[in-house]
């Protein structure tokens, strides 16, 4: 605190206990340390109040007596049949179960963790301290996920020393009792995570209650996944455990992550105070919206005519994806090259005939052409290209963007696959540069921009820059892509399209009978 | 130790606070009076760093609000409009929480805890839960929590509402007390006596903007005028107006006192009492009728309506 903007006025400042000065909020430890006095108070508040502590001691302490009471019954009555194996894994899942029930019904302290207690008033007077944002985000979402995550540990732990007295019922191997704790800590991290999340931009309990159906449904779906897993993994018994339930664990860390980066990033003083009323005004959201998609500047002034809007609003737009496009580049890339080295590797070839004449290919191309020809061919271009863009879309927004770079480039993937295929089979692949070029050179930069901004799309939520709100960084995103939409890709795949059915066909019978 | 120059703050394009600008010094008391969604909260909201201003600027012990909201932060005690207390801890609990918060030491937050929690009469109830406490409690010690790490600027809204007269005095006293320590306080409230008894200076605020902002006398001058006397006599007051008609404005009267407004009382009042003597009147009492912060309040706000009425007429 030696600059001349961090002294105050006069010498008072002895007396007051300045711990938070600029300098010192960067040090991780004193987050830590914070963060872990809100995580206190609120953790002995949560002990306390017997509406949460009731369920959740009834839930670990009598649940694991009640599945060991099933598992020993449901083994009994296959034995009689011979499938003791189903009996053998319902263990496991039972365990995980076991484990789930106490996270679930503790999401109700999640929930609340900051909706609650701005509805109890008490948050203004913790959002005057000097806490971070990120202290208080940390030192909540702590409090909300430790109560339940020891809670489904004991549960599981009672359960498994239930199950080592048992003498009928399988023994789990050790490194998948191991994976199944993994995997209710993971999924309680994501729950309750995305339950912080929730709380943090509600403006109440009630809606909070009914936003966590989005976090309950998908990791319902995912129980039934690993469930399925569980009974049908060929390598259940491995010593190293079930190798889809690491992918699994590893899938839900990311997610976790993503979903604290979110939520810290979301966090706002100002908005947890300022908002107290949930309404949606469409009118008002599509009247911006339009504003966006004619401004050509940061001000929002607005394009005075078309060239002006293609001369100054598009540039504006693609320049705002930033990061998004060399990033989407470099996917489509790699998805390339990871096609054609996954090409080459023995078991995924295609062993195509070798030695056929390139003649009879230029022919068949010639009949491919007439079908291309007979009108609809442009339509079912632009429809395919324009499903497969808008799905990654839709995706990315559930999936902080990831989804975009998950659908477009696998047709790269398999491009890449297939000119190693070719290579393979001792052809030149010269051919598929006329054959993706020709509309490719339209196609392809379309793609790349309506992935990239889809990317922006999902992800911006995760990193609002400078003072933006969550809100109002996915508003800018969402114009953008509307604008895009509007100006080039719509345009543009209808353009690929042509060229495509029209265009190419020529342009590679041409090549190869050359 | 306050200091806002134009500081606004807009919500989906509806103006909270525009253009307000404070000027509290250490060791003052500035009290800022408006009617209900004026803009108090909004501008104390700010000046805690827990709103960032639209636009303008503002520094709090000498920490620029949007730079340094930490510091700022440190460096304030804030009773919020309610108390907001955490109503399964005991006050001990309670406290130590933000003593902790403060990075205080143990000892100091213990030590400080039981000093404040004795000076506002709570030490009784020291160990109960604050769920249990009556609302005055609840509103000391709320108080006693933004009072606990010592700031040299405390921001208070309503800082006597709901306690019992006894309370309240207490609170006041508590409040004259630190500022002889030049703690600087910028009070908002509706309880216009208090605010005339404690604030050096007074600040109206009405849709966001400060329409008055001086000491007390100086506001009295400028909306209510020059002072009131008021004298009583012995019998009916009628036949002597005549003779004081020429000195002084009469504004009121009854059967045996009359009101009169006077520019200079040191110079006029021994005239008009002369005068009636000679007349024969048995004069009982003269004294100055006081001027009320409510008159001067309800005088502010009325001219500025009307000012509007006459800006919304004229853009008509």
């Known amino acids: 605190m030696n600059t001349s903007a961090n002294q105050p006025l006069d010498t008072l400042d002895v007396l007051v206990p300045l711990a938070y000065g600029p300098d010192e909020r960067s040090s991780l430890r004193r987050t830590l340390s914070n963060a872990l006095i809100v995580t206190r108070r609120e953790v002995r508040d949560s002990v306390r109040d017997w509406r949460i502590m009731g369920p959740i001691l009834l839930l670990t302490f009598l649940f694991p007596f009640f599945a060991q009471f099933v598992a020993g019954r449901f083994s009994s009555y296959l034995e009689g049949f011979g499938a003791e194996i189903l009996g053998d894994r319902t263990v496991p899942f039972l365990l995980m179960v076991v484990g789930f029930f106490p996270i679930s019904i503790s999401l109700v302290i999640a929930l609340e963790t900051f909706v609650g207690e701005k509805e109890r008033r008490s948050l203004e007077p913790l959002l005057s301290t000097p806490l971070t944002n990120t202290e208080l985000y940390i030192g909540k979402t702590l409090s909300a996920i430790l109560p339940p995550l020891l809670a489904s540990y004991a549960g599981m732990s009672v359960y498994l020393l239930f199950l080592m007295g048992a003498e009928t019922v399988w023994k789990p191997p050790a490194l998948l009792i191991v994976q199944i704790f993994l995997l209710t800590t993971v999924q309680g991290l994501v729950m309750i995570t995305g339950a912080v999340v929730v709380s943090s931009q509600t403006t109440s309990t009630r809606a909070a209650n009914l936003l966590a159906s989005f976090i309950i449904i998908p990791v319902t779906v995912l129980i039934w996944i690993e469930s399925a897993i569980m009974f049908l993994a060929p390598d259940a018994e491995s010593a190293g455990g079930i190798g889809a339930l690491w992918a699994l664990i590893a899938g839900m860390m990311i997610v976790v992550l993503l979903l604290l980066r979110v939520g810290n990033s979301t966090f706002n003083r100002e908005e947890l105070l300022g908002k107290s009323l949930d309404s949606i005004n469409l009118r008002a959201f599509f009247r911006r919206l339009w504003t966006g998609v004619r401004a050509v500047d940061e001000s929002g002034t607005p394009a005075r005519n078309l060239l002006e809007w293609y001369r100054r609003s598009i540039p504006l737009s693609i320049r705002r994806l930033g990061a998004a496009l060399p990033i989407t580049v470099a996917v489509f890339l790699l998805a390339l090259i990871g096609g054609f080295i996954f090409g080459m590797v023995g078991p995924w070839q295609l062993n195509l005939p070798q030695g056929l004449s390139l003649d009879a290919a230029a022919t068949s191309i010639d009949s491919y052409t007439g079908i291309l020809f007979q009108g609809n061919a442009i339509v079912g271009i632009f429809m395919q290209n324009w499903r497969v863009l808008s799905l990654a879309s839709a995706l990315a927004v559930f999936t902080f963007g990831a989804g975009a770079l998950i659908l477009t480039p696998a047709t790269y993937l398999i491009l890449g696959f297939l000119i190693s295929q070719i290579v393979l089979a001792g052809y030149s692949p010269a051919f598929i540069v006329p054959a993706v070029l020709t509309h490719g050179i339209i196609e392809i930069p379309v793609i790349v921009i309506a992935t990239a901004a889809a990317l922006k799309l999902g992800a911006v939520i995760t990193r609002p820059s400078g003072n933006v709100t969550v809100g109002g960084a996915w508003s800018a995103a969402l114009t953008d892509v509307v604008k895009l939409w509007l100006g080039v890709l719509l345009p543009g795949l209808l353009l690929a399209a042509m060229l495509e059915a029209l265009v190419t066909p020529i342009v590679v019978a041409a090549f190869i009978s050359a | ?316």
């Open chain 2, 1 to 316: 130790m306050i200091e806002a120059v134009a500081l606004s703050k807009e919500f989906d394009g509806f103006l909270a606070v525009d253009d307000v600008n404070l000027s509290i010094p250490s060791g003052s008391v500035m009290a800022l009076l408006g009617p209900n969604g004026a803009g108090k909260t909004t501008t104390v909201r700010m000046l805690t760093s827990i709103l960032a201003p639209t636009r303008g600027s503002a520094r709090v012990a000498g920490y620029d609000v949007v730079q340094h909201p930490e510091a700022v932060r440190s460096s304030v005690g804030v009773l919020t409009e309610q108390h907001g207390l955490y109503e399964r801890m005991r006050a001990v609990e309670y406290l130590d929480f933000f003593g902790q918060v403060y990075h205080m030491t143990a000892a100091l937050r213990r030590s400080r805890a039981l000093e404040l929690m004795e000076r506002f009469g709570l030490t009784f109830a020291l160990k109960k839960q604050l769920g249990d406490y009556s609302k005055g409690m609840k509103q000391k010690l709320a108080l006693v929590r933004a009072m606990l790490h010592d700031p040299p600027v405390l921001l208070l809204d309503e800082p006597t509402s709901a306690m019992d007269p006894q309370s309240a005095k207490l609170v006041r006293d508590a409040i004259v007390d630190l500022q002889r320590d030049k703690r600087t306080f910028l009070i908002t409230t509706h309880n216009l006596a208090e605010a005339q008894q404690l604030a050096d200076t007074i600040a109206i605020i009405r849709h966001g903007r400060i329409i008055a902002n001086d000491r007390f006398e100086n506001l009295a001058q400028q909306f209510v005028g020059e002072p009131v006397m008021e004298l009583h006599v012995r019998d009916a007051v009628e036949p002597l107006m005549a003779e004081i008609s020429d000195l002084v404005r009469v504004e009121e009267q009854g059967m045996h006192w009359l009101r009169y407004r006077v520019a200079d009382p040191d110079r006029t009042n021994p005239l008009v009492v002369n005068r009636l003597v000679a007349a024969g009147a048995a004069i009982i009492s003269l004294k100055p009728i006081s001027k009320t912060l409510e008159e001067i309040y309800l005088q502010v706000m009325s001219e500025d309506q009307t000012e509007q009425g006459g800006i919304v007429e004229h853009l008509r």
